[in-house]
């Protein structure tokens, strides 16, 4: 039998909480199997509230106008797949009011919310508070802050699904152990351009969750929490509750790793 080798230290590394500044170097820039699933020009293989969402200048653009303040978090959403272990890339700039992320591994609350989703997000915000951040959106809260490495603690009891928050404190999940650190959250803010063009690259594969911004690795989360944890959903980008505001992606492309 032949062992991939490089697949079983991408297992182990986090497991058994070693960290080597390796694992924060740039990922790879080739774009060899990646995909775009935005055309830039329409909505095709998404779905939104349009009152929301709309295309402007080779961008999927979510505004929140004076007129148009929304009352709870709603997402566009990528109806063509549901990815399970993938790599994303897209270019995002934000207002400083604004408030977003990329939903992946997520899952629909319909009936009774349209478009809104549930699960793992790569946090953006125009602050900078928590971009880069792994927040999962409707569950957990915070699994990994900026500059964090974690793991997230195997649960055994099926009823802590049905009861969250009493697992949660201060809007971040009790059941995490922190492993190690990829630098100060202050100084990795620096990494991010304000009001500006910035890539975000998100790494997902078994329950490892990596997320790059500008080529700097934020957060490295591993989800041994087989309970909550999700292993493919629907992939979709928030316009959050809050003022006025817009956010706009373009160059999304994803890559199949399985």
Same mark, same amino acid.
């Given at each position: ?10 297992? $182990? ?22 995909? /775009? ?5 329409? $909505? ?23 007129? @148009? ?71 957990? @809260? ?36 922190? @492993? ?28 490892? $969750? ?35 505001? /817009? ?12």
């Amino acid at each position: 039998m032949k062992i991939n080798y490089r697949n079983l230290v991408w297992l $182990l590394v986090p497991l058994l909480g070693i960290y080597s500044p390796i694992f924060a170097q740039k990922p790879q820039a080739s774009e060899k199997g990646f995909k /775009k699933i935005f055309d830039g020009k329409t $909505l095709k293989g998404w779905e939104g509230d349009p009152v929301y969402w709309k295309v402007e200048n080779g961008s999927i653009v979510g505004e929140i106008t004076p007129a @148009t303040i929304v009352k709870r978090n709603t997402f566009i959403i990528y109806r063509d797949a549901k990815p399970s272990d993938f790599e994303l890339k897209s270019e995002f700039k934000i207002t400083k009011d604004g408030n977003s992320g990329i939903n992946y591994r997520s899952e629909e609350l319909l009936p009774d919310l349209p478009f809104a989703l549930k699960g793992y997000q790569a946090d953006i915000d125009g602050a900078f508070r928590y971009t880069g951040q792994n927040y999962e959106e409707r569950g957990r @809260t915070t699994l990994g802050y900026r500059g964090e490495i974690v793991n997230v603690n195997e649960q055994t009891d099926p009823e802590v699904k049905n009861n969250l928050r009493a697992y949660s404190a201060r809007n971040a999940w009790l059941a995490r152990k922190v @492993t190690g650190s990829l630098g100060n959250s202050d100084s990795l803010k620096t990494k991010i351009k304000s009001e500006d063009w910035n890539e975000i690259h998100l790494i997902v594969k078994g329950n490892r $969750l990596l997320h790059y911004v500008n080529g700097v690795l934020m957060s490295d989360v591993t989800d041994l929490d087989k309970v909550n944890g999700k292993s493919e959903g629907w992939l979709g980008v928030q316009v959050h509750v809050g003022p006025p505001m /817009k956010v706009e992606y373009r160059n999304i492309r994803i890559k199949n790793l399985k």
